[in-house]
């Protein structure tokens, strides 16, 4: 019990960090973004990464006005 207790802790931390990552900014969506418009803006064909069902999905993202 002690262990999954830890185990939840250490999950609690990790998940604290990509949050705050992610507001300040640190988040690997904002690369992302800056590669796919600096192909755009080259006039480069969408590299296929940006263009497959997956990324779409995981990369759909509800507005959050709450913080």
Do not use: W
Not at 27 to 33: E, K, P, Q
Not at 46 to 51: D, H, N, R, S
Not at 55 to 64: D, G, K, N, P
């Amino acid at each position: 019990e002690q262990r999954i207790k830890e185990l939840f802790d250490l999950a609690v931390q990790r998940q604290t960090k990509e949050i705050s990552d992610n507001i300040h900014g640190y988040g690997i969506d904002n690369h992302l973004m800056g590669l796919r418009y600096a192909a755009q803006e080259a006039g480069e064909p969408l590299p296929e990464i940006f263009t497959d069902d997956a990324f779409r999905i995981v990369h759909h993202f509800a507005l959050s006005t709450s913080q």
